[in-house]
């Protein structure tokens, strides 16, 4: 079956422009992650869905960020008045219950650029 | 603190050699799951192997194994026989019970698999 698919691949955007990011998760999984990943580290968390309610939401940096997965499937992440340091690789994954031992898949990831 | 620790930024290995990358961790949940994942230059994150906390016995998943060391907090991947397509950055990560579904990532290591 398909993995998880991200749209779009890069996206370059003006600073305080909006920018919406694309999410398809593997059919049938219920949980799906957002991370952000700069250059030369880690991913780091954003916010997690079960269904669709975020289960957690700690990771989001700023009221600047916000997430919404309206059926539980597809996911989107927003980003309002975006800033120069918001560009990073914006990573999702998914996986079929989200507990502790639940593998998460991570599709190809959204390249965003601010300049 | 840092909860996942990868010591060597790079490492380099001979093809068809094995070859050891770290990784510690830092938690006081029982309860827990260790990941690793390869991120070849195309960025995608690949799944390895996962051992969870209680389990008894080394994960192992092909050429890949993990060497968990429960007292010593640490996780480290081996990867024996290695190829050229290894040559990737891998990143160890963990999930705790009591902190629902994010993943913690470490800093990375970039393997290089010479001819």
Known sequence: GAGVSQTPSNKVTEKGKYVELRCDPISGHTALYWYRQSLGQGPEFLIYFQGTGAADDSGLPNDRFFAVRPEGSVSTLKIQRTERGDSAVYLCASSSEGGAADTQYFGPGTRLTVL | ?115
Do not use: H
């Open chain 2, 1 to 115: 603190a840092q909860k996942i620790t990868q010591t060597q930024p790079g490492m380099f290995v001979q093809e068809k050699e094995a070859v050891t990358l770290d990784c510690t961790y830092d938690t006081s949940d029982p309860s827990y799951g260790l990941f690793w994942y390869k991120q070849p230059s195309s960025g995608e994150m690949i799944f390895l192997i996962y051992q969870g906390s209680y389990d008894q016995q080394n994960a192992t998943e092909g050429r890949y194994s993990l060497n968990f060391q429960k007292a010593r907090k640490s996780a480290n991947l081996v990867i024996s026989a290695s190829q050229l397509g290894d040559s990737a950055m891998y990143f160890c990560a963990m999930r705790e019970r009591n902190q629902g579904g994010k993943l913690i990532f470490g800093q990375g290591t970039e393997l290089s698999v010479k001819p």
